[in-house]
T-cell receptor, first 110, second 120 residues
Framework: DVKVTQSSRYLVKRTGEKVFLECVQD?????MFWYRQDPGLGLRLIYF???????EKGDIPEGYSVSREKKERFSLILESASTNQTSMYLC?????????FGPGTRLTVT | AQKVTQAQTEISVVEKEDVTLDCVYE???????LFWYKQPPSGELVFLIR??????QNEISGRYSWNFQKSTSSFNFTITASQVVDSAVYFC?????????????????FGQGTILTVHP
């Protein structure tokens, strides 16, 4: 079974704080993804990584950055959190076709 | 650019009713994959099915069935004899194989999701 874990289920941060969301997978998958989920908008891709230290922007990268120093770990960074980044953040990994998702982090920025 | 539309925002049914969730997609690629995911209240997306663009055979898995029609760019999902445990948000998604000559790395484009509530 593929296991994708995310560092927190719920997180509350203040505007302007630097926020780190961590994702760890145990299946040696090369591709990892960060999405945000908002009501009525589905999931939207923020960034993805296809190998260690390799990354590409998704559809909504503004205000975010990522880091992948090790294959199993993919971090999403909010450089200066803003209230419009309040959302559910989902990490996923992929080996061949389908993606496998973590439980999500519900981030609230006040 | 690819796009997935799930026109039904919310559906409410009573247990044992059949329900169909609609999914319409747009893509310029000839090779692509379609997916359905289920998101129960716990939040984690669960993979249900994958279909590639060359395989238009319908699929049945227990109470779940999927109807893929390339002519109408639709990939609809039917739950027969619904149960309360089927209550969840369901997402349809599309993945192109190649993106402008490169590789898409399996990036998924999701529909907006359909909230299904099954009442006892």
């Amino acid at each position: 079974d593929v296991k994708v874990t995310q560092s927190s289920r719920y997180l509350v941060k203040r505007t302007g704080e630097k926020v780190f969301l961590e994702c760890v997978q145990d299946m040696d998958h090369e591709n990892m993804f960060w999405y945000r989920q908002d009501p009525g908008l589905g999931l939207r891709l923020i960034y993805f990584s296809y190998d260690v230290k390799m990354k590409e922007k998704g559809d909504i990268p503004e205000g975010y950055s990522v880091s992948r120093e090790k294959k199993e770990r993919f971090s999403l960074i909010l450089e200066s959190a803003s209230t419009n980044q309040t959302s559910m953040y989902l990490c996923a990994t992929r080996l061949l076709y389908e993606q496998y998702f973590g439980p999500g982090t519900r981030l609230t920025v006040t | 650019a690819q796009k997935v539309t799930q026109a039904q925002t919310e559906i409410s049914v009573v247990e044992k009713e059949d329900v169909t969730l609609d999914c319409v997609y747009e893509t310029r690629d000839t090779t692509y994959y379609l997916f359905w995911y289920k998101q129960p209240p716990s939040g984690e997306l669960v993979f249900l099915i994958r279909r590639n663009s060359f395989d238009e055979q319908n699929e049945i898995s227990g109470r779940y069935s999927w109807n893929f029609q390339k002519s109408t760019s639709s990939f609809n999902f039917t739950i027969t004899a619904s149960q309360v445990v089927d209550s969840a948000v369901y997402f349809c998604a599309l993945s192109e194989v190649n993106n402008a000559g490169g590789t898409s790395y399996g990036k998924l484009t999701f529909g907006q999701g359909t909230i299904l509530t099954v009442h006892p």
